[in-house]
Every structure is written in structure tokens, then in C-alpha cells.
């Protein structure tokens, strides 16, 4: 096996330049970086992270917390893309992730605090916020790093990135007001997640904006499933006033939504407008394609990975709250002509 000193040799440099490369030390040039580098993928050299870790104090090891149980949150398009850009930084800075897995959210808190007592965990990514989270108190009680994906609650210590949630359901409802729906429905997610907060916010804009009260027969709150929204969105066709459009708050409950309508004999969007959230892959490979927002899921992920080393390193990170832009991707499931009032 080669150890540091072969490395050294080979690249012509020190060994405490190589180990300095090996913890990205700012004092070694780029050019340095990439010719050690090299040496170390050609001999196939990986270092001792182990031994290293009790030499540095450091477990080169980042913690995520996926704030939904590990199969509600794998079955999800959106945890898959966010934790491959976290990847793609860490992985440049020579850092391990971490999962803490669970159940539910309150036994997933306990295996989160366990890898930090444990020092198993140099920092913490929370991959959604939720409203009055336990979790982040305790981080800022200890004072430990921590990175939060989405809206965090208010507080100066709190670093974030995240989309803007309010604009994005205000977009989606005004395109839908525009073209003439006034019976929208609104499938929400939990109310303890402040994302769900954020995007009936901009929902209910849009409606004050038209001078036009929401009717709460039409708004569900549920879990971000595809089950669910298929349950409920049969139990809205089956109202009097059926809505003609409906809003789901992620594209896996749009696929829900476009089977109960296409079971009641129904087309999308002559009968029925549908908009998702998210841009999911499938999104435009289903029929009609979806009308939805589209957010920067993977960027979201390099974002918090990039702040989260920046703060490990002692930097400063400006700013401490980041908000990505979204956008409207309009398909076939809206139409584009405006209904008759």
C-alpha cells in the first residue's frame, strides 16, 4: 500500500504538503493541489480518515436529517436531487455524509443529537424546516453548525437556502385566476412544515389580489403523497361545485390527482386544469405534460453544502439566508384559454 511519503516522492513535494493539499489548505497553490491530486488517483492513495480525524479533531463527516421519515422522504424525486448536489461539494472537500434515519421526525432529532454528542458529525444539513422545530433550538442552544434546506424560522443565527415559496404559489394561483378558474383547489402539505405555510401564502395573495375570497371546501391539508391526493381529489369531483383546477403542492400528488380525475371519466385540462410543484423528471413524459414550478433543487444542494463548509472554515457567509429563484414551466394540464367568468 502507498502511504504519504510515496505521494510526496512522486509529486516532488513534501508530505506536509501533501496533507496539507489533503485538507484543501488555502497556503497550497491550485497548481500544486492538482499535480498531488493526480499522483493520488494514479497510485490509487486514499488517506486514513480515521487517523486523520484524531489529528485534526475533525470526522470529515457532514450529518443530514431528512425531516421526514426515510421512506416518505426516498420516494420523493426532491431528497434524491438536493443530497447530489450536497454530494458533489463534499465530495471535492474530501467530506463523508451522514444520514440520520427514523421512523418519524422526533426519533430522527434523538439519532441527530446521538452523532453530534458522538462527535461523529463535524455539522448538520436539515433538508426541510418545520414550524416551532425542536431540533434547531437545540443546535443553537449548543451553538453547532448548522445548515437549513428551506425557509428556517426567524432567528440571526439561523443559515438557510432556500426557494421563495410565497412567489412561486402566487404565480401558480394568478396564472390559474387568469384563465378564468375561481373553483381551486389546493392540496397542501402538513401544516408543520413551513414550505406548506409559505405556498398557500402566495396562494391567498393572489386571491386578495383579485378581490376574491378562497372557499375552504376546496383547500386539503394532507401528507405529500400520491395516495393521498388521489383519495382526496375523488372526494372533491364528487362535490356539488367541483373545482376546475387544482393545485398540488409537489408532482408526486399531481400523479395522484390526474389518476382520480381520469377515473371519473374526465380530461385534463377541458374538465379539470391541474398545476404541480417541483419539475419533477416525469413531468413532462406523463399526458397531458404537467403545468408546474420549477425550483433549483440541486443548486439548493450545493448552496447548503458551500455555506456549510464556508462556516466550518471560519468564514463569514454572506448572506445568511439565500433565496433561489423559481419559475412557472406552463404545459398542456392548464390550457391556455382563458374560461368565461
Do not use: W
Not at 80 to 106: F, P
Not at 170 to 191: E, P, T
Not at 234 to 257: C, N, S, Y
Amino acid at each position: 500500500m502507498y502511504t504519504i511519503k510515496d505521494v510526496a516522492k512522486l509529486a516532488q513535494v513534501s508530505p506536509s504538503t501533501v496533507s496539507r493539499v489533503i485538507s484543501d489548505s488555502k497556503q497550497i497553490s491550485d497548481e500544486t493541489k492538482k499535480r498531488v491530486k493526480k499522483v493520488m488517483e494514479e497510485i490509487g492513495y486514499h488517506p486514513n480518515m480515521i487517523a486523520r480525524s484524531l489529528i485534526t479533531k475533525s470526522s470529515q463527516t457532514l450529518g443530514l436529517v431528512l425531516s421526514r421519515s426515510t421512506e416518505t422522504a426516498f420516494s420523493s424525486p426532491f431528497f434524491s436531487e438536493v443530497i447530489r448536489g450536497i454530494s458533489k461539494v463534499v465530495q471535492n472537500h474530501q467530506y463523508s455524509l451522514l444520514l440520520a434515519t427514523a421512523e418519524n421526525y422526533k426519533e430522527e432529532g434523538k439519532q441527530c443529537m446521538k452523532m453530534i454528542m458522538e462527535k461523529r458529525v463535524d455539522g448538520v444539513i436539515l433538508l426541510a424546516s418545520r414550524v416551532n422545530d425542536d431540533l434547531i433550538e437545540k443546535l443553537l442552544l449548543d451553538d453547532y453548525p448548522f445548515v437549513v434546506v428551506g425557509r428556517a424560522p426567524a432567528g440571526a443565527r439561523i443559515y438557510s437556502v432556500n426557494n421563495d415559496n410565497i412567489k412561486a404559489g402566487y404565480n401558480v394561483a394568478r396564472h390559474l385566476l387568469n384563465l378564468g378558474h375561481r373553483q381551486i383547489a389546493f392540496l397542501n402539505g402538513s401544516n408543520e412544515y413551513i414550505f406548506c405555510h409559505d405556498r398557500y401564502e402566495g396562494f391567498a395573495m393572489a386571491f386578495r389580489e383579485f378581490g376574491l375570497e378562497i372557499d375552504q371546501t376546496y383547500v386539503i391539508e394532507t401528507d405529500l403523497q400520491q395516495e393521498n391526493a388521489y383519495f382526496y381529489t375523488k372526494q372533491l369531483l364528487e362535490l356539488d361545485r367541483p373545482p376546475t383546477a387544482i393545485f398540488a403542492i409537489d408532482d408526486m400528488m399531481a400523479l395522484g390527482v390526474y389518476r382520480a380525475i381520469k377515473e371519473k371519466n374526465l380530461e385534463i385540462p377541458d374538465d379539470v386544469a391541474v398545476v404541480g410543484f417541483n419539475n419533477d423528471h416525469f413531468t413532462s413524459l406523463i399526458s397531458p405534460p404537467l403545468t408546474t414550478i420549477q425550483i433549483p433543487i440541486y443548486e439548493m444542494g450545493i448552496n447548503a453544502a458551500e455555506m456549510m463548509m464556508d462556516l466550518l472554515k471560519g468564514k463569514e457567509v454572506i448572506p445568511q439566508q439565500r433565496i433561489l429563484s423559481s419559475k412557472l414551466i406552463i404545459r398542456n394540464s392548464c390550457g391556455g384559454k382563458p374560461r368565461k367568468i
